[in-house]
């Protein structure tokens, strides 16, 4: 690559970290009271770890922008911001205590998992392109515990498929 | 599941079926831009494939409308019009015939499939627990070549890597 294409992309890169770093943000805000609004124990369980890895993820990000000897900064995620406001809404449009809830919830949860998949996902590629090979590893690390999440939800919601079944025979 | 669950949920199931729809229709619209923004052949080749799917992604929807005698209609996706959006501001600001445009573009279009592989996904999921097993499949079909379309622009990604390589070499 020519040296003026490397700092371009190197400035977009940055550009798309601090968006990331912005999104987990308000995940971190945005997760226990979705936790505390789903109606299985093991769904408030999954958004409780889900919070944990959060925070983990976080600091990853803070450990990229040392790396790079770049100012840790955020800017604000407009995607994350609305699909948190979906996330909310749906507290708001289903009663306590039901499957329904669940579900909605599960979709949502599902809509931001992929959206950060998508985020890692492409840093990771962009941070090989650029060369910053431990910068790939950390996003890879997160990337993993995002797909990991998104199964984890769909097996949850596969639950009830069995649990419906059940009920019905 | 009790009669009440079911309904709601079915009703759910109907409302996110809209809004998936419309996210197509939204895509359809944008993709002809988006194409002809590309620096690479290769990216340009691969959004006009996918505008093709995408058609066919919005028949298939239609078909899963009739499947369950509800009247086709859709429903504003916010979400879908924000992703659009940032595609747009790459355009805008970026150079055309630069590398720069083609990595953010595939960032802006690898958030598109995910947000669209999470829909599919969880739709599916949900046609399943309601027992809508003809569109459970349709849904199906529709998110492998979501993930098809992500796994394309990937590939093109890692493309620029080796490029990037060689220019140096």
């Given at each position: 690559?020519?040296?003026?294409?490397?700092?371009?992309?190197?400035?977009?890169?940055?550009?798309?970290?601090?968006?990331?770093?912005?999104?987990?943000?308000?995940?971190?805000?945005?997760?226990?009271?979705?936790?505390?609004?789903?109606?299985?124990?093991?769904?408030?369980?999954?958004?409780?770890?889900?919070?944990?890895?959060?925070?983990?993820?976080?600091?990853?990000?803070?450990?990229?922008?040392?790396?790079?000897?770049?100012?840790?900064?955020?800017?604000?995620?407009?995607?994350?911001?609305?699909?948190?406001?979906?996330?909310?809404?749906?507290?708001?449009?289903?009663?306590?205590?039901?499957?329904?809830?669940?579900?909605?919830?599960?979709?949502?949860?599902?809509?931001?998992?992929?959206?950060?998949?998508?985020?890692?996902?492409?840093?990771?590629?962009?941070?090989?392109?650029?060369?910053?090979?431990?910068?790939?590893?950390?996003?890879?690390?997160?990337?993993?515990?995002?797909?990991?999440?998104?199964?984890?939800?769909?097996?949850?919601?596969?639950?009830?498929?069995?649990?419906g079944a059940e009920e019905e025979g």
């Amino acid at each position: 690559m020519k040296t003026q294409e490397t700092s371009e992309l190197h400035q977009f890169f940055i550009q798309q970290l601090m968006d990331v770093y912005n999104a987990e943000q308000q995940l971190i805000e945005a997760l226990p009271t979705i936790a505390e609004a789903a109606t299985s124990t093991e769904l408030r369980r999954a958004f409780e770890n889900h919070l944990e890895e959060t925070n983990m993820h976080a600091r990853r990000l803070e450990k990229a922008f040392e790396f790079m000897n770049e100012p840790l900064s955020s800017q604000k995620c407009q995607a994350m911001q609305g699909l948190i406001e979906e996330g909310e809404e749906i507290i708001d449009d289903t009663e306590d205590d039901t499957l329904v809830r669940d579900c909605a919830l599960i979709v949502a949860a599902q809509k931001v998992e992929h959206y950060e998949i998508a985020s890692y996902g492409s840093l990771r590629t962009l941070a090989e392109i650029l060369g910053y090979m431990e910068v790939a590893t950390l996003l890879q690390t997160t990337l993993d515990e995002e797909y990991a999440a998104d199964d984890k939800l769909t097996s949850i919601a596969t639950g009830y498929i069995n649990q419906g079944a059940e009920e019905e025979g």
